[in-house]
């Protein structure tokens, strides 16, 4: 069991938007969740960012957790209930009221997209929502590849909604991940030659546990 923060609902009242960078990489993390809750047969259904968590010793924005798994099911006949929180529901839960006859796992792709678009633009009305499931999706707000992303996760029809897979593979989420591996891989290197130079300098045991410190990984990733 992780040991929690706030949610990310509380990050994004306190501090806003993320930029890209962050909000990919969260956004990686909890398609990678999400992908591993549906392998186990689990739909969570109540996807927001109020039920997403900053690990307690988060050391970095994307140190999340999913949580609140109380309107999760693995029982196919209850993809038939209307249930979730109305600000963040698919259109094809709302349509269970009028007589459609269940929906599929995508639905936490919805709710993932939803989360996505207040990541980049902070927390967001109801009548956004309602626009977006009506399938108006805004011009000008996101970049060429966060926009083409998010269109793919609120797509209001779910057989024409991407996949998770499709979500982790998407050039934006995999260029700006990619960056942020390159800038912790300089930021080691930098970290290291540092440790080296100290460690040069002092004495043969101070030396020795200045080496040895900078191979755990625990201090420096």
Known sequence: MELCGP?????????GPMCEEDAARTIKKLAETIKEIHSRGIVHRDLK????FLKLDAAAADDVVIGDFGMATDDP???????GTGKYLAPEVIA????KSSYTEAVDVWGLGLIAYELLRGCTEWRVMDLLRAGRFPDGLFSDGAADLLRGMLAVEPRKRTTLDRVLAHPWIVRHCSRSKTKAK???????AIIQRTASRCGDHLG???QRLGKRPGIIR
Do not use: Y
Request: charged residues 25%; aromatic residues 6%.
């Open 208 to 210: 020795t546990t200045l």
């Open 7 to 15: 949610s990310l609902f509380d990050r994004l009242l306190k501090a």
């Open 96 to 99: 269970i009221k009028f007589g």
């Open 49 to 52: 960012p109020e039920n997403v």
């Open 77 to 83: 006949r209850e993809m038939a209930q209307c249930c």
């Open 186 to 192: 300089i930021a080691h290197t930098k970290i290291m």
